[in-house]
């Protein structure tokens, strides 16, 4: 054993030597170019970073093992082992395999990240991109894999040049549309609805647009289907319907609010109660809207204050799931609202003597609502518009429209539906869009529902469905 | 430097935060008070919270086409230890006063309200230092507005009616939350105070930065980070927190840091750190850092590392640092207490404590759910955007100025 230790301790020693060397400089190397890549990642924001830095974290200190082992194999003095050939191309092999599976991994997080921002048309293309990349990768490890166990590559070169002038030549037609058809998609050439007449004498209302192909109806009801590198090589008439016009236009406008404190405070039921049947409008409306407007945002909440106070702070938890079960919406006046609270307050003391205190300092403090009305330069002339604008108006602007509009102008219901019917006489739409119960949903719920269901209605009238 | 730090920021530099449609509208509020001369009047141009405000606030409406000003009264050392007791009495402390210095108060007030220039169409006054100003109220159209900064729901009953004959003379007051409001005989308008997302204490910081500030007080950055910021005096419990965190650190690993520095005014304060000093002796994962005043970076840094941050007051004002807790988008565990309540809404911001044991098992629960401590404090993130930012402040000043002229609930501008 000595012996044997004595003869090749020089093929050991020098191996070993520059492993750990390649370990030490590799890790130092690592550790410099994390901290640097790290920091040109945090000035870009870039959301795909946090992707990238946890798929290389780990691999990385796996990666220079490997790499430091070949090292050291490579460079033993051992001359013509087989087994120093065979080890040296495992090494190298686990290393491109999974170098490649990793740029594989980073690349499809990348896009699954992305495709959960795109439309459901450019997602298609994201999945056909991934296939395509899995194509590539297994290609390239395959090709790797023959060069470095030196296998022939020439016949699978042939083979993959084959294989790909096959399929380009098989799909011509195929990636023909689905170029042609992210042309249309992406410049928007055409749109569903609009009426087309190509020059080969087909023509119908566009009712489906895909990567591959359009389809149209035509006046007999019958569906045609056509090519979309038809439609962008022929001559093609488009007749867009223009919207209809509203009688007179929407104008959006906005509403801010002050609090002004009346100096009322209630320290139990009795109090609230008292001040509840006296107080103004404005505090009703306050108390019992203020809750939806700063936590619009978050969740669709307890639809009054007074409910709030009553469980939280003075513990009647019957009595405030009552009067947080209240539906805002069913009453068409602040008056019916007052009284309703007070009828379930009213009912609860006598029934229950309740005398119960809150501490100093936890009074329920009645808040009076003002709100300063104000255009906003927006103004829609019919629903294209409409649908518009109603995407970016402010939450103040929708719930002035929404919930201020049909309590406080005592109108009998929601401005938007008010305009549908009267200006634009798109009764089912008005109808469709009061439906919409605003107290059960936050009023970015309101708006997403609003707009899905004028686009819908947008659609089906488009496609005549 | 950090380069994204904006010295002077302009409120074009608040649309990533707060949309283009919030600016809009302050732009269209601001509209509606063209020709309006406003001033505002405080005691001091540097220090303290309304100087911090008003310096950003002021600049904010010039910039939206309004013509702002801002003036402070002048007074010597006499007049300002006379102040400094009248804010004492009316938070409630006990103090002295003789009848000479009422008559010094009102002097200094009357030899200011000659010098200023005082013939905008609305004057701000900001807390009790110029509050007798208003005896020289000038033309009918003028409007004076009182804002107090202050919580006066318990005051010095003397001192009160010594500055409500003055205050009842205004044509409206303005208070920071209902409860820190007493019955006038004038409109009384509630505006939440704010954080400015772009100052040093709450802009973002790189993880940098941020290690930077941890390695500097020796904190494990492997182990989760319970904190609390407050100045070291009875009222913030710090000894309750370190009781709490005793109970959470028998089941998780974990470290607590209280921060904070003592207030010069406060001769209990450095007791209080003596104390808490005391009970956390010996104990490695206890880091107690007396910071100095101008520590905004530290603090914000401190606040980001941060796994769980804690506001265990037993009083509490409005409670900002929690307002700026909740703006990092951490999870907060505060005391069911003053302004804390108007921010923290139960389970959907944070979690409110009322006891030792209430602020152990509510630390808990965040420490071993970072999901649902993820939510909350995403939530609580929303949250201060929504209603806690300085945009909305300016928002509700411009609003307070413009009801000056209605009466109506519902004004059409």
């Known amino acids: 054993m000595f012996e044997w230790f004595e003869k090749n301790w020089f093929s050991i020693f020098v191996p070993s030597i520059v492993f750990i060397s390649f370990i030490v400089s590799a890790l130092w190397i690592r550790f410099k170019l994390s901290k640097y890549v790290k920091s040109k990642l945090d000035q870009l924001k870039w959301p795909g970073k946090d992707i990238i830095l946890k798929n290389l974290t780990v691999v990385v200190f796996y990666w220079i093992l490997i790499l430091g082992a070949y090292t050291a194999v490579e460079i033993s003095p051992v001359k013509d082992s087989l087994y120093r050939l065979f080890i040296s191309r495992v090494l190298i092999t686990v290393f491109f395999v999974s170098l490649l599976c990793v740029i594989y991994k980073i690349v499809t997080e990348i896009l699954n990240f992305y495709s959960d921002k795109v439309k459901p048309p450019i997602l298609k293309a994201f999945q056909t991109l991934k296939t395509a990349l899995i194509i590539v990768v297994i290609t390239v490890g395959i090709l790797i894999f023959f060069e470095i166990w030196k296998f022939p590559t020439t016949t699978f070169i042939l083979f993959v040049i084959l294989g790909c002038t096959t399929a380009i030549f098989v799909l011509r037609e195929n990636i023909s549309n689905l170029i042609a058809g992210f042309e249309i998609i992406n410049s928007e050439i055409i749109k569903k609805g609009d009426y087309i007449k190509l020059e080969t004498a087909e023509e119908g209302t566009v009712t489906k647009i895909t990567w591959t192909h359009t389809e149209i109806k035509s006046f007999e009801n019958k569906v045609i289907i056509i090519p979309n590198s038809r439609i962008t090589k022929t001559k093609l008439e488009i007749f867009r319907r223009p919207p209809k016009k509203a009688k007179e236009p929407f104008r959006f406008y906005t509403r801010l609010n002050a609090k002004e404190l009346t100096g009322l405070k209630a320290k139990n039921l009795k109090e609230l109660l008292n001040y509840i049947k006296e107080v103004p409008d404005s505090v009703i409306f306050y108390h019992t809207h203020d809750f939806i407007e700063e936590y619009h945002y978050l969740t669709p909440q307890p639809s009054n204050e007074f409910a709030f106070w009553v469980g939280n702070t003075l513990g009647y938890e019957a009595l405030s799931e009552k009067l947080s079960s209240i539906d805002i919406y069913e009453f068409s006046t602040i008056g019916e609202i007052r009284k309703r609270i007070a009828d379930i307050l009213e009912a609860y003391i006598n029934s229950n003597q309740a005398d119960k205190s809150c501490d100093e300092g936890q009074e329920f403090h009645f808040i009076k609502s003002i709100s300063a009305v104000m255009s906003t330069s927006y103004v829609a002339h019919d629903l294209r518009e409409f649908l518009h604008i109603l995407k970016f108006i402010s939450s103040n602007s929708l719930f002035f429209h929404i919930y201020e509009a049909r309590l406080r102008l005592g109108k009998l219901t929601n401005d938007f539906s008010l305009w549908l019917s009267e200006s634009l006489d798109e009764k089912m739409l008005a109808e469709a869009i009061m439906d919409i119960d605003p107290y059960l949903h936050t009023i970015e719920g309101v708006r997403r529902k609003i707009i899905s269901t004028v686009e819908a209605y947008l659609e089906s009238e488009a496609t005549g469905e | ?413």
Not at chain 2, 203 to 217: C, F, G, M, P, T
Not at chain 2, 296 to 321: C, H, P, Y
Not at chain 2, 393 to 406: I, P, R, V
Request: charged share 25%; with cysteine; net charge positive.
């Open chain 2, 1 to 413: 430097m950090n380069k994204s730090f904006i010295l002077k920021p302009k409120l074009k530099d608040y649309e990533p935060i707060i949309g283009r449609s919030a600016l809009e509208e302050l732009k269209a509020l601001a509209d509606k008070l063209s020709g309006k001369r406003i001033l505002n009047i405080n005691s001091t141009y540097i220090g303290g919270g309304v100087a911090e405000i008003l310096a950003r606030m002021v600049p904010f409406m010039n910039e939206l086409g309004i013509d702002a000003r801002w003036s402070v009264i002048k007074g010597d050392n006499e007049f300002f230890n006379i102040t400094k007791k009248f804010h004492n009495a009316l938070h409630g402390k006990k103090e002295e006063f003789k009848d000479n210095e009422f008559e010094y108060f009102l002097e200094v007030n009357r030899r200011n309200s000659q010098e200023l220039d005082l013939l905008s169409d609305i004057i701000f006054i900001h807390d009790p230092q110029p509050v007798a100003l208003i005896q020289k109220r000038g033309h009918t159209g003028q409007k004076w507005l009182w804002r107090c900064h202050i919580d006066i729901s318990n005051p010095d009953e003397k001192i009160w009616n010594f500055i409500k004959n003055y205050v009842e003379k205004y044509d409206a007051a303005v208070f920071s939350a209902p409860n820190f409001a007493k019955m006038l005989n004038i409109r009384m308008f509630l505006i939440y105070p704010s954080i400015d997302p772009l100052s040093n204490k709450n802009r973002e910081l790189s993880r940098e930065q941020i290690n930077a500030v941890l390695d500097k007080y020796g904190i494990d950055k492997k182990k989760p980070i319970i904190l609390q910021v407050s100045r070291f005096d009875y009222l913030k419990d710090p000894v309750g927190v370190i009781k709490a965190f005793e109970m959470v650190r028998k089941n998780i690993p974990c470290q607590l840091i209280l921060a904070g520095g003592t207030a010069t005014d406060d001769p209990e304060s450095d007791k209080v750190l003596a104390e808490v000093k005391e009970v956390a002796w010996k104990n490695p994962d206890i880091h107690i850092l007396l910071l100095p005043p101008d520590s905004d970076i530290e603090i914000n840094a401190l606040q980001r590392a941060a796994t769980v941050i804690i506001q265990k007051s037993l009083k509490e004002g409005f409670g900002l640092t929690v307002t700026e807790a909740l703006w990092k988008g951490k999870p907060v565990v505060a005391s069911a207490v003053g302004g804390i309540l108007l921010q923290i809404k139960h389970k959907i911001t944070g979690l409110l404590c009322h006891s030792v044991e209430g602020a152990a098992y509510a630390i808990k629960t965040l420490l071993t759910n970072p999901e649902y401590a993820k939510r909350l404090g995403e939530n609580g993130h929303v949250h201060v955007r929504q209603n806690f930012l300085i945009t909305r402040h300016l928002k509700d000043y411009l609003l307070l100025f413009l009801c000056q002229y209605y009466k109506e609930e519902l004004i059409y501008l």
